[in-house]
């Protein structure tokens, strides 16, 4: 079955990097629409981040200069190189998979970004 599994989360300083990953099962990956969403507590889950099958790539105005989506379509993983991170990048994140009206979700990693 459909499987996405963040990982690489923690806490940084402000203006420090991270970078998330999410490994991906049970789909053909190189068919998906895969993105990245945050949902920091008591607010919406937003958008942060798209990349196409195709390669395009698409970021929230928030974030964009800062974070870098990417994909390896050979080894199934989605990533989020997130640098000059801002306190309010702080929460949690969530790599999506996309075919069609289809969408899956993983379990989501904590980010932090404090001093």
């Known amino acids: 079955q459909v499987q996405l599994v963040e990982s690489g989360g923690g806490l940084v300083q402000p203006g420090g990097s991270l970078r998330l990953s999410c490994a991906a099962s049970?789909?053909?990956?190189?068919?998906?629409?895969m993105a990245w969403y945050r949902q920091a507590p008591g607010k919406q889950r937003d958008l942060v981040a798209v990349?196409?099958?195709?390669?395009?790539?698409n970021y929230a105005d928030s974030v964009k200069g800062r974070f870098t989506i990417s994909r390896d379509n050979a080894s199934k993983m989605v990533y989020l190189q997130m640098n000059s991170l801002k306190p309010e990048d702080t929460a949690v994140y969530y790599c999506?998979?996309?075919?069609?009206?289809?969408?899956?979700w993983g379990q989501g990693t904590q980010v932090t970004v404090s001093s």
């Open positions: 999506n998979a996309q075919v069609g009206p289809a969408s899956s």
């Open positions: 049970g789909i053909i990956f190189s068919i998906c629409t």
């Open positions: 990349i196409t099958k195709g390669m395009s790539t």
